[in-house]
């Protein structure tokens, strides 16, 4: 079991049940304020946060994208038009300048956590 | 600048201005073209392909007119006047020359037997001829074509193409005298017999008969026989057009065609012939290659060059009718002493014959019938010593497994441009990596086209070989997973990235490796892991729209739908105010369903009695069908019946690409059956089965696999064709792409689903009986399992609430998704090309 590294204190919101995750199966969230978040938990145990939003297309889908690895960078292809993001640091792989927000997320008991601020410009 | 004239805008004077602009950089000569015939040069050997989908476009050899070059089209020359060195055309033109190339090409033999010129008798030579051939054969049921050589039998195809009864009418004792021996032609009689061609040999032609309305209507046999023919083309060899020659005092030979030295020139110096109309040591040639030597001689020979043409090789390779056929150098077996080795086996549908030096140890020719694969090897090792035990090399395998290092550098590899292999060693040297550019910088292979195996087993020699790698997670091809899958037996990505692969894999092998576990028959393909591989529409078995939403299309098999189900799919539509179209593959699709809603949907479509139509897979979409004989006035067979058996027996089955088909119920093909990866169209004896046709990104016809099937022999063809395609194609490549990947291309994939070459047959039909008998409805499934439908919510922990970016405007009174918002978006990347 990890968690990322928390940037700063924040609070943390109920997503759902650990059961409810599947390895490189994503989920949608849908936060209190509205914002739509995609949830992963990859074959490593690993748990990410990152935009639902396509930022290329603007629909919802980033949860329901392919999870991978380049060089073994963690990795969500958009199911829209594929383009690959790290699941990491939400930065495009493909062209600069393109990123998903990312949020701090952790496993508290059973259930999964996701800190409710975006980190702002993630490394 | 001189002046040079040329007659004839054929293939060999086409050949001439191309060679000529090669080396005329100076351009030290004007070239002024007269052709006769109303459009600039084309491929007269692919001629045939324009039964068989090429336009007159497709077949066009280019346009030559520029600066230093002017082409006049649908303007005969009629007069040479080799005093003042000038030529006359029929509207009047007078074009001075220095030089006067007659490139008149040849005129097909028309025998003057009683009536040969009746309304339905025609020749075989020009676009005009085979327009005219297919406007006669309206109405038509017999076609006879008079004369069995090489290109009596491509006319025979065009006939049956256009969906007449062929006969072939051949006065030798067998067919393609000239370039076959009695064995071989004794094989191909039967070959050509099975596929519904009929043969007479040994049959004089005496007479054509009309019938009252004045067109023909049978043709008389020596004395009293006849036969029916509504249609009669002669193909009995050629003529050499040498009549201007002949009235100018240029001098021909005893049999025609105008006498030219080595140096091509006729018996006046400032004349020169090629091709067809030219006789070079007393003989004329009816071949390209020949004629195109001869072009590049004269080329040289007005820059100032010293080439000769010393004769030519006439060996050919016909593949027609399925059936290949080739002949090669002594192929007579002429020179004294010479030796022959035989394998005559007519179980197989295989002749094949060397002949070799009295000594045993040289090539000198040799016929090949049934299969020719070993031709590119063996045509360029005439000459040279045998590099194994003769026998061995008219085996099956034997030659076409040879490498290309077993020839010398001196051996032609391209017959058809005189291309040697020390040549295409060179231009591989300078970068040129692939068969596109070895063509493109040798005109290798740009021709007949047999040589191109032979091409790649010399770039293989020389160590060049394309990435196979699907992707960085597997050094493997598609097709290497496939067996690998196969033979271990693994079910899972998992267990394969870990035996074969590394990483995690990605958007490329996932999905590959998902499809092909669904092909080898994996269960559901959302069960377990596997619904983490699916790409974007599998993976909710629904197509992904802009906004993010679904559209949902249930299967209607064939387009046949009946008045209860259509209400079903109107009030599905209205209740949960989705999209409705009706798509190019004869079916509705519903546009517009969020994700959470696709179970509730389906679930109403289910219950009324419709199925998952796998818009969203890469698997068997649609076969479509035409009304044919259900309703038609013309259909002759039942095509909607055959059409529904199809996508019933192919639903679900997972493929490398989509597939489509459709199925016509007559030539009228209402259906588009050719465009399509199987198609099938009926004929009155049953049903030709055509495959590797395309829309998309590159439009391509399919092509005939078999003819004249019976419906159980179709869906045997089918079956095999289906699953070697599943087996051995890319990942996302088409059918088309596919065949054209295989090497012999259609020749080949005829040899392993109608021959059964490579002994899979049995196999590929028992893999597909174990999808038929597999095949569950998809949508079905998902809806009996609680784990599966739990994956349909819009968010985890909001499972009913609707994704609320998702909003539509009505257009046109329906539903459609709002523009989307302005989010700054960066510029989508172009997305993956389909091949
Ligand atoms: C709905 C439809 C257009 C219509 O309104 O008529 C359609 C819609 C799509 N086509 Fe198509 N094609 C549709 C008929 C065709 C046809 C015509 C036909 O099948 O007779 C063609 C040309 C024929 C062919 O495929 O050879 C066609 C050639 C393509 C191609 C190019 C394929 C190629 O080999 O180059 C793509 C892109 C691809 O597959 O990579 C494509 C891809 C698509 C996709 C799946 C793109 C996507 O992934 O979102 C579209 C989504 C369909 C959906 O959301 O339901 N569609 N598409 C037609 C559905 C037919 C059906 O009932 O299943
Ligand atoms: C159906 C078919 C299939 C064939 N298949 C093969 C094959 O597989 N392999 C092979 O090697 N060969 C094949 N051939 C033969 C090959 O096409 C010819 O050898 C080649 O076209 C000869 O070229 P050419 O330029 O000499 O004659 P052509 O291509 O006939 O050109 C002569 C041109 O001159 C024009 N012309 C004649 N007189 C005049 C005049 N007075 N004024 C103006 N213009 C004139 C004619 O209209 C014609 O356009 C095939 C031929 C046909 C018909
Ligand atoms: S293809 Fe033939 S049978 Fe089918 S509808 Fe058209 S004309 Fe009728
Ligand atoms: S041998 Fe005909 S193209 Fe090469």
């Known amino acids: 079991m990890s968690t990322t590294t928390q940037t700063r204190p924040t609070t943390w919101t109920d997503a759902c049940s650990i059961d409810r995750l599947h390895p490189e199966d994503g989920v949608a969230i849908l936060l209190p304020d509205g914002t739509q978040v995609a949830l992963f938990l990859t074959r490593d145990e690993h748990l990410y946060a990152v935009d639902n939003i396509d930022p290329y297309t603007g629909a919802a889908v980033i949860s329901r994208g392919i999870v991978g690895d380049r060089s073994g960078e963690p990795t969500i292809a958009s199911p829209m038009l594929k383009n690959v993001f790290s699941l990491r640091t939400g930065h495009s792989l493909d062209e600069d300048g393109v990123h998903l927000d990312t949020w701090p997320v952790r496993r508290d008991g059973a259930t999964v956590q996701i800190a409710t601020r975006a980190e702002e410009n993630t490394p | 600048m001189e002046e040079l004239v040329v007659i004839g805008n054929g293939m060999v004077g086409h050949r001439l201005i191309e060679a000529l602009h090669d080396r005329d950089s100076a351009h030290h000569w004007h070239i002024t073209v007269v052709g006769e015939e109303p459009r600039t040069a084309y491929d007269r050997v692919a001629l045939s392909s324009y039964f068989d989908g090429a336009s007159a476009q497709d077949l066009s050899l280019g346009d030559v007119s520029g600066p230093h070059v002017d082409v006049h089209v649908n303007e005969r020359a009629t007069a040479i006047d080799r005093a003042h060195r000038t030529v006359t055309t029929a509207t009047g033109r007078v074009l001075p020359y220095d030089r006067l190339v007659l490139a008149t090409g040849s005129t097909p033999f028309v025998p003057p037997i009683p009536g040969h010129d009746l309304p339905g008798c025609h020749v ?35 006939l049956r193409l256009l969906g007449l009864q062929a006969h072939v009418v051949e006065l030798a004792p067998h067919l393609m005298p000239a370039q076959i021996d009695e064995g071989a032609g004794s094989l191909l009689r039967n ?175 040799g016929i090949l019938v049934g299969d020719a694969t ?130 995690y894999g990605c958007d490329i092998c996932k999905p590959a490796v998902a499809s092909i576990l669904a092909s080898l028959g994996g269960g559901h393909i959302l069960e377990g892991e596997q619904a983490t591989l699916q790409d974007t529409n599998d993976r909710y078995l629904a197509n992904m729209q802009r906004n993010g939403t679904y559209s949902v299309v249930p299967r ?115 259906a588009e059956a050719r465009g399509k990866d199987f198609g099938i169209i009926a004929t009155d004896q049953g049903w030709n089965l055509y495959v590797g046709g395309n829309g998309g990104f590159t439009p391509r016809h399919a092509e005939l696999l078999a003819g004249d099937l019976d419906e159980e022999t179709l869906i045997r063809y089918i079956d095999r064709f289906l699953m070697f395609y599943v087996r051995t194609a890319d990942r996302l490549q088409r059918t088309a792409p596919w065949i054209e990947s295989l090497d012999g291309g259609l020749d080949h994939l005829r040899e392993v689903i109608v021959h059964d070459s490579l002994g899979i047959a049995t196999e590929l039909e028992a893999a597909m009986e174990d999808h038929v008998a597999a ?55 172009p997305q993956e090309a389909t091949r």
Not at chain 2, 139 to 157: D, K
Not at chain 2, 374 to 391: H, I, K, N, Q
């Open chain 2, 124 to 158: 075989y030579r020009t676009i005009e001829d085979l327009d005219a051939i297919t406007a006669s054969a309206q109405g038509a049921r017999t076609g006879v074509v008079i004369g069995g050589g090489l290109l009596g039998l491509e006319a025979a195809n065009a």
């Open chain 2, 191 to 365: 070959l050509i017999t099975d596929l519904g061609v009929h043969v007479h040999t040994g049959s004089a032609s005496t007479a054509v008969q009309a019938a009252d309305h004045g067109r023909v209507s049978h043709l008389t046999l020596g004395q009293d026989t006849h036969l029916e023919a509504d249609l009669v083309v002669f193909s009995v060899g050629i003529r050499p057009r040498d009549d201007l020659a002949r009235t100018a005092g240029l001098e021909v030979g005893e049999r025609g065609g105008i006498v030219i030295d080595d140096t091509c020139t006729t018996s006046d110096a400032h004349i020169h012939a090629i091709g067809e109309a030219a006789n070079h040591r007393g003989t004329v040639y009816g071949l390209i290659a020949p004629g195109n030597a001869m072009a590049e001689v004269v080329a040289d020979q007005l820059v100032g060059g010293a080439a000769t043409f010393t004769g030519a090789d006439t060996s050919t390779k016909l593949k027609l009718l399925g059936v290949d056929v080739a002949s090669f150098g002594d192929a007579h077996g002429r020179t004294p002493g010479a030796l022959d080795v035989v394998v005559n086996d007519a179980a197989s549908g295989r002749y094949a014959k060397l002949v070799l030096s009295d000594d045993a140890t040289t090539l000198l020719g």
């Open chain 2, 374 to 503: 070993a031709y590119a090897t063996l045509r360029p090792l005439v000459g040279s010593p045998l590099p194994a035990d003769p026998l061995a090399l008219i085996t099956p395998e034997g030659a076409a497994g040879l490498g290309a290092d077993a020839l010398p550098d001196s051996a032609q590899i391209c017959s058809c441009n005189a291309v040697t292999k020390g040549e295409l060693t060179e231009a591989i040297d300078c970068g040129n990596h692939d068969v596109p550019a070895l063509k493109a910088c040798t005109k290798a292979g740009t021709s007949c086209g047999s040589c191109v195996p032979m091409l790649k087993k010399i770039l293989a020699q020389a160590g060049i070989e394309q990435s196979k790698a699907l992707c960085e997670h597997f050094p493997q091809s598609r097709a290497e997973l496939v067996e690998i899958i196969r033979a271990t037996g693994t079910t899972t990505f998992s267990a394969l990235i870990s035996a074969h692969g590394t990483g």
């Open chain 2, 775 to 829: 095949y569950t409805d998809e949508w079905a499934a998902v809806l009996a399992d609680p784990d599966k439908l739990a994956r349909f919510v819009s968010f985890a922990n909001a499972p009913t609430t609707p994704d609320p970016t998702i909003s539509f405007t009505t257009t046109r009174d329906q539903p459609v998704p709002e523009a989307p918002l302005n989010l700054g978006m960066p510029t989508p990347r």
């Open chain 2, 556 to 670: 209607i098999p064939g387009g046949e739908v009946t008045p209860d189900k259509l209400i079903v799919i109107g009030e599905v539509a209205r209740d949960f105010n989705l999209y409705t179209k009706i798509t190019g593959g004869q079916r509705i699709d519903l546009f517009g369903a969020r994700l959470e809603q696709l179970p509730d949907i389906w679930k109403r479509l289910v219950d009324a009695g419709f199925e998952s139509g796998h818009a969203y897979g890469k698997s068997l979409r649609t076969v479509k069908s035409c009304v044919g004989t259900t309703w038609c006035r013309y259909g002759v067979q039942d095509s909607v019946g055959l059409a529904i058996r199809l996508e019933e027996r192919y639903r679900g089955l997972r493929s490398p690409h989509k597939l489509k088909s459709a199925v016509s119920g007559c030539a009228r093909e209402c």
